[in-house]
Nanobody, 124 residues
Framework: QVQLVESGGGLVQAGGSLRLSCVAS????????MGWFRQAPGKEREFVAG????????YYADSVKGRFTISRDNGKNTVYLQMNSLKADDTAVYYC?????????????????WGQGTQVTVSS
């Protein structure tokens, strides 16, 4: 059983920055793509960013491109999401997820394990 634990969420003013972390249990972290999703109240869960198992390939939603950066440290079983120039529209619960294969997916069905989520609130 894989467990994913996110941290780093909080309250920040518009224009500010936050760094989310997600630590995964198990020995096979480096075998899978990882991703970040978010869900705002009343909205569906949406893809934010994804990263290949070696970290060389990344994908971003258009809404965060140029502001967010996904990275990973396979030695620490950790994936990060650096969020800069935050906007009120970024307010959501952020989830990390493990891909079901080496392919970096952009839809929730491409991921099989999920964290519990961390709240990010951006005040305008």
């Amino acid at each position: 059983q894989v467990q994913l634990v996110e941290s780093g969420g909080g309250l920040v003013q518009a224009g500010g920055s936050l760094r989310l972390s997600c630590v995964a249990s198990g020995r096979t972290f480096s075998n899978y793509a990882m991703g970040w999703f978010r869900q705002a109240p009343g909205k569906e869960r949406e893809f934010v960013a994804g990263i290949s198992r070696g970290g060389t390939t990344t994908y971003y939603a258009d809404s965060v491109k140029g502001r967010f950066t996904i990275s990973r440290d396979n030695g620490k079983n950790t994936v990060y999401l650096q969020m800069n120039s935050l906007k009120a529209d970024d307010t959501a619960v952020y989830y990390c997820a493990r891909g079901s294969s080496i392919v970096v997916g952009t839809v929730a069905s491409s991921y099989d394990y999920w964290g519990q989520g961390t709240q990010v609130t951006v005040s305008s």
